[in-house]
């Protein structure tokens, strides 16, 4: 296996869990892989797909080529393109290439020129395309991307549901199944939805030790003038910014422009420009990408040293996959996260888009069979639902086989007669999600430690980083540490006075038992990061725990009072973190001058006035 890896690949070493991995495939079993972004997956199917290629000598049947279904054509031809410029022959079947050119990849294919076919999950969709694969079975399959195919992964994609059925024909080719983002419950999900068979797991190499994540609660307003802040730090660029709407990166875009060599990228764009700005910001002609979720996904670039979320991301592993974007060359990194709990009511909205209620989802199910999309607006239960409304219904039925398209285009009720349950429990593993993810973003403790144990990292020590803002808050850019004023003084004494009383208690219950909940002079986010103030200098315990309500699990946080914390005068050890001073942006300033005029209401007499920026 080294001497394939030198040979092919120039590199004179694997990297930490590789080598396992492709040892497992190459001996023919079935394979699931979590292993993070940059961490080096590809190699994981390229270089067992390769080993495997002797198995063909041993029966017509087997075409010599690894099969990689894959998601995005971007993500294909940046594949493609790579393992040609290395003297692999490998070829890419997608909706973007002219059917000649599709048709020829078919024939390179049969004949066992290829070493890669890379393909659409929705290809094996296509009237006998499986079967034309099954003619000369590839040598290995790979499902890249492959939280695609869980309905409780984030990117739920119904063809990939599909794959499950479509495999059987291409086998006994064994199956490995990559994903950078996958907890313990999308992991068994994609396992069974692929039909697994005795699977080799490797969970691995979550921690990433030069990325310092930081985390600050900030108003809307105050996150652009934040982010000019942090571009400013030295080797902070290149840089990518995830902002939460599009017309959110366009605006903080045309600010950055004014300073930076900055561009937005988004889904509303065109493919030419969006092919024009990543290709820029991949040959360093753009040193930042303000972008939407939309922007990443292959993108192999190895010195982004800042990733910057200007708002709450929608999930965890989202959020993960997102950071480790930043230091692939090894380099100091940052990862910012900018939030509030405000953020939560733009996720709410989203959801309710995206994953109508059940009901709605009765409705247009029972209208079914129609003709067309047109026959079935028409209908009276259905023609006042919203047209984005119904497409979503449609979507969400056919993903939970609830609705299928006839040959001749008519839509028919599916065989799933339990779609409801499924449904509904996506829906609320959506929202479960975004909980963990709000839970995160508010919790004390190592950042990294966090990340690591939400995807089960099983090889990891369990250390805590060391750089990230609760580690080490005197490194952080936008939190600074203070001595205590009179009033942090009160509000700690009232924190440790109602431990003291009654020890281990809920932080909900402590915030009432401290301050009260009506017109107390401390806020609850002041009291939050109090609590994190006290857990810093081991005065308090903050731990995690739950119980179920209705069905449901309801999570919280117990505090308690650690031996130091019950000492008389311990609070005199406590250093209060606070959000860092940076300076308004001259658009900032005029806004809110002019939000104050507004304010005030027409002036009797004109003043003239001036904006110093």
Same mark, same amino acid.
């Given at each position: 296996?080294?001497?394939?890896?030198?040979?092919?690949?120039?590199?004179?070493?694997?990297?930490?869990?590789?080598?396992?991995?492709?040892?497992?495939?190459?001996?023919?079993?079935?394979?699931?892989?979590?292993?993070? %972004?940059?961490?080096?997956? !590809?190699?994981?199917?390229?270089?067992?797909?390769?080993?495997?290629?002797?198995?063909? /000598?041993?029966?017509?049947?087997?075409?010599?080529?690894?099969?990689?279904?894959?998601?995005?054509?971007?993500?294909?031809?940046?594949?493609?393109?790579?393992?040609?410029?290395? +003297?692999?022959?490998?070829?890419?079947?997608?909706?973007?290439?002219?059917?000649?050119?599709?048709?020829?990849?078919?024939?390179?294919?049969? !004949? *066992?020129?290829?070493?890669?076919?890379?393909?659409?999950?929705?290809?094996?969709?296509?009237?006998?395309?499986?079967?034309?694969?099954?003619?000369?079975?590839?040598?290995?399959?790979?499902?890249?991307?492959?939280?695609?195919?869980?309905?409780?992964?984030?990117?739920?994609?119904?063809?990939?549901?599909?794959? +499950?059925?479509?495999?059987?024909?291409?086998?006994?080719?064994?199956?490995?199944?990559?994903?950078?983002?996958? =907890?313990?419950?999308?992991?068994?999900?994609?396992?069974? /939805?692929?039909?697994?068979? *005795?699977?080799?797991? #490797?969970?691995?190499?979550?921690?990433? !030790?030069?990325?310092?994540?930081?985390?600050?609660?900030?108003?809307?307003? /105050?996150?652009?003038?934040?982010?000019?802040?942090?571009?400013?730090?030295?080797?902070?660029?290149?840089?990518?910014?995830?902002?939460? =709407?599009?017309?959110?990166?366009?605006?903080?875009?045309?600010?950055?422009?004014?300073?930076?060599?900055?561009?937005?990228?988004?889904? +509303?764009?065109?493919?030419?420009?969006?092919?024009?700005?990543?290709?820029?910001?991949?040959?360093?002609?753009?040193?930042?990408?303000?972008? =939407?979720?939309? #922007? *990443?996904?292959?993108?192999?670039?190895?010195?982004?040293? %800042?990733?910057?979320? =200007?708002?709450?991301?929608?999930?965890?592993?989202?959020?993960y996959q997102e950071i480790g974007r930043a230091g692939r060359d090894g380099g100091a990194s940052r990862a910012i996260l900018l939030y509030s709990h405000a953020d939560k009511r733009t996720h709410e909205f989203f959801h309710e888009r995206d994953y109508p209620e059940v009901a709605v989802m009765k409705k247009v199910q029972a209208a079914l069979p129609a003709e067309s999309l047109d026959e079935l607006r028409a209908k009276g239960a259905v023609r006042a639902l919203e047209q984005g409304v119904l497409e979503k219904a449609l979507q969400k039925l056919q993903s939970h086989g609830a609705f299928v398209q006839g040959p001749g285009g008519e839509l028919l009720a599916g065989p799933n007669a339990n779609w409801q349950k499924t449904y509904a429990a996506q829906r609320a593993h959506k929202i479960a999600q975004l909980n963990k993810t709000i839970q995160f973003a508010g919790s004390s403790g190592c950042r990294m430690i966090q990340l690591i144990r939400h995807f089960g990292d099983q090889a990891d020590s369990g250390v805590a980083c060391g750089i990230c803002d609760a580690c080490a808050p005197d490194r952080a850019v936008l939190k600074s540490s203070r001595i205590m004023t009179d009033k942090d003084a009160a509000a700690i004494d009232q924190i440790m006075d109602a431990l003291g009383e009654s020890d281990d208690m809920a932080t909900g219950r402590l915030f009432q038992t401290a301050f009260g909940e009506k017109n107390s002079k401390v806020k609850r986010n002041e009291f939050e990061e109090l609590l994190k103030d006290l857990q810093r200098a081991k005065l308090i315990c903050l731990k995690r725990d739950s119980f179920e309500k209705d069905g449901r699990v309801i999570d919280f946080v117990r505090a308690s009072l650690t031996a130091s914390g019950a000492r008389s005068g311990a609070k005199r050890e406590v250093r209060v973190t606070q959000a860092a001073a940076f300076p308004k942006s001259p658009k900032t300033i005029l806004r809110k001058a002019k939000t104050k005029k507004a304010r005030r209401g027409p002036k009797k007499k004109k003043r003239s006035f001036e904006l110093r920026f």
């Open positions: 296996m080294l001497e394939l890896l030198k040979r092919a690949f120039g590199h004179g070493a694997f990297r930490p869990h590789q080598e396992a991995v492709c040892q497992a495939a190459v001996s023919g079993r079935d394979l699931l892989l979590v292993m993070p %972004t940059g961490a080096g997956k !590809s190699l994981c199917y390229q270089l067992p797909g390769l080993a495997r290629q002797a198995l063909a /000598q041993q029966g017509s049947e087997l075409s010599r080529t690894t099969l990689v279904i894959s998601p995005l054509i971007a993500l294909m031809e940046d594949q493609t393109s790579k393992l040609t410029s290395m +003297g692999f022959r490998a070829k890419a079947i997608h909706s973007g290439l002219d059917r000649q050119v599709s048709r020829q990849a078919c024939l390179e294919y049969l !004949s *066992g020129e290829l070493d890669f076919l890379f393909v659409a999950p929705e290809r094996l969709a296509v009237p006998g395309f499986v079967q034309m694969l099954a003619k000369r079975k590839p040598v290995l399959i790979a499902v890249d991307e492959a939280h695609c195919i869980s309905q409780w992964g984030h990117d739920f994609r119904p063809d990939y549901r599909l794959l +499950g059925e479509r495999l059987p024909e291409l086998r006994p080719s064994p199956v490995i199944a990559l994903t950078a983002t996958a =907890t313990s419950e999308v992991q068994d999900d994609i396992v069974r /939805q692929l039909g697994l068979v *005795g699977e080799a797991r #490797f969970i691995h190499g979550f921690r990433r !030790s030069n990325i310092a994540i930081e985390i600050a609660d900030l108003k809307p307003s /105050q996150r652009n003038d934040a982010v000019l802040h942090l571009l400013k730090e030295p080797l902070s660029t290149p840089a990518i910014i995830y902002a939460p =709407t599009r017309k959110a990166a366009e605006e903080l875009a045309l600010i950055l422009k004014k300073t930076l060599r900055a561009a937005a990228y988004h889904a +509303g764009l065109t493919p030419e420009t969006r092919e024009s700005v990543q290709s820029e910001f991949l040959a360093g002609k753009t040193e930042v990408i303000v972008a =939407t979720v939309a #922007f *990443g996904m292959g993108i192999d670039k190895s010195n982004v040293r %800042t990733v910057i979320h =200007t708002a709450l991301p929608g999930s965890v592993e989202g959020y």
